[in-house]
């Protein structure tokens, strides 16, 4: 069955950066588009960044356009999220997804890993 593990989560300081971590199994990863999303307390999900299934076309929310870079190593499946200068508003829980469309996460996501940026 499907699986997707992430792991990377902690509490960082405003302007501190933290990579998550996203392993897949279960299906074949590398003919899948793949996307973070994340889940503040009390909202919705919000959809961060997606990556299509070889890894050369990278998209981004606009709150998080040029802080955070998506990639994936096929080799491997895994899924990677490199989070740079975090705000407190970062403050979630992430998920692996895979993805619907550009902006849609897909059927399947992770059992997510909190990210808490606070001083």
């Known amino acids: 069955q499907v699986q997707l593990v992430e792991s990377g989560g902690g509490l960082v300081q405003p302007g501190g950066s933290l990579r998550l971590s996203c392993a897949a199994s279960?299906?074949?990863?590398?003919?899948?588009?793949m996307s973070w999303a994340r889940q503040a307390p009390g909202k919705g999900i919000e959809w961060v960044s997606g990556?299509?299934?070889?890894?050369?076309?990278?998209k981004y929310a606009d709150s998080v356009k040029s802080r955070f870079t998506i990639s994936r190593d096929n080799a491997k499946n895994m899924l990677y999220l490199q989070m740079n200068d975090l705000k407190l508003e970062d403050t979630a829980v992430y998920y692996c997804?895979?993805?619907?469309?550009?902006?849609?996460?897909?059927?399947?996501r992770g059992q997510g890993t909190q990210v808490t940026v606070s001083s």
């Open positions: 997804a895979t993805m619907e469309a550009w902006g849609r996460i897909g059927a399947y």
């Open positions: 990556i299509g299934s070889s890894g050369a076309i990278t």
């Open positions: 279960g299906f074949t990863f590398r003919s899948v588009g």
